[in-house]
């Protein structure tokens, strides 16, 4: 019984694997979109078209010799035509410039008014968005310098430093007494001769600034346009076979060409198709294999038990 179960088995599994084989072979066949008889320059020709992907081997479209209403057919030409598709979308580019200036002039001077774009499917040329320009430091430095200031002190009535200030402000910025200068303003005449009377101190004030100072500029800017894909959408192939009538008339009545559409629509229900049959062989290989086992059991069920023939020697003896 066992061996009847595991040749049952075997038959369900190439049954299944010849099923999948056979829908796999229907769905590698193309179906030509459009099939055409016709005589030209003195040859009886027959031309099938095929509309397919773009990735699609034409090699497996050309057919070997064939018979078909009384006419012996093989393979002549194949021509292809590619069926292109353009799409058209706005892009916008953003690029970054470091420059040592913020100054516009220099900056458009390193910005070019337009660019090439191409991300591997849209091609095009992106103009430079003027408004979109905007520049910012990149970084600061600390930096000293240094401010002088002169101050005119008088008149006063002597050249004595406690009119002098020994400091003075400017811009914010306390600035100390490096130098002074003084100079006669009035005289009066004392005896013979003149003394001076006035004077005024021209007083020099100096002191160090530090301020910030930008390292860099980075300017980023926007290019902006209308870019374009130009791809192969699909292919069509005209498969013409050379056609010879034969000596013999056919016996049947000729196939008619079939029906693009009926075709078309047999085609695209076969995946459904695939799939029920496959549901099926699993089911029907599930209710086999439990099938095998309850019979199995049931076998070994009703088997009768086997007598131990040394227990009955042994009995006989002792009798």
Not at 11 to 39: D, G, H, R
Not at 233 to 253: C, N, R
Request: glycine content about 4%; charged content about 20%.
């Amino acid at each position: 019984m066992e061996k009847e179960e595991v040749t049952a088995m075997k038959k369900c599994i190439l049954s299944l694997l010849l099923a999948l084989t056979m829908i796999s072979n229907a769905f590698a066949l193309e179906v030509p979109t459009e099939t055409v008889v016709q005589e030209l320059n003195g040859s009886h020709q027959l031309v099938k078209t095929y509309t397919l992907a773009p990735d699609t081997d034409p090699q497996e479209l050309i057919e070997p010799p064939f018979e078909q209403e009384g006419f012996l057919y093989a393979f002549a030409d194949i021509v292809k035509t590619e069926n292109r598709q353009t799409d058209t979308s706005n892009k916008t580019e953003t690029v970054t410039l470091e420059t040592a200036t913020d100054n516009l002039a220099d900056i458009l001077a390193a910005l070019p008014s337009a660019r090439e774009y191409g991300d591997g499917t849209y091609t095009g040329t992106l103009s430079l968005d003027h408004s979109s320009i905007h520049t910012e430091a990149s970084g600061y430095t600390s930096k000293t310098r240094t401010i002088s200031t002169t101050r005119t002190i008088g008149p006063v009535d002597r050249n004595d430093m406690s009119y002098v200030p020994a400091t003075t402000v400017k811009d914010g910025i306390t600035l100390k007494l490096s130098g002074v200068e003084w100079q006669v303003t009035g005289s009066d005449v004392v005896g013979d001769s003149l003394a001076p009377a006035t004077y005024q101190a021209v007083a020099t004030y100096t002191g160090k600034s530090s301020y910030s100072v930008a390292t860099g500029y980075i300017t980023t800017a926007e290019y902006t346009g209308t870019v374009a894909s130009d791809r192969v959408e699909s292919i069509t192939y005209q498969v013409t076979y050379l056609g010879t009538e034969t000596d013999q008339a056919p016996e049947e009545a000729p196939a008619p060409v079939p029906n693009v559409s009926l075709v078309s629509r047999a085609k695209a229900v076969l995946p459904q198709i695939a799939a029920i049959l496959a549901v099926l062989a699993i089911l029907t290989l599930t209710l086999l294999l439990v099938r095998a086992r309850r019979e199995l059991r049931q076998y070994r069920k009703d088997e009768p038990e086997e007598v131990d023939d040394t227990q009955e020697v042994e009995h006989d003896e002792l009798a």
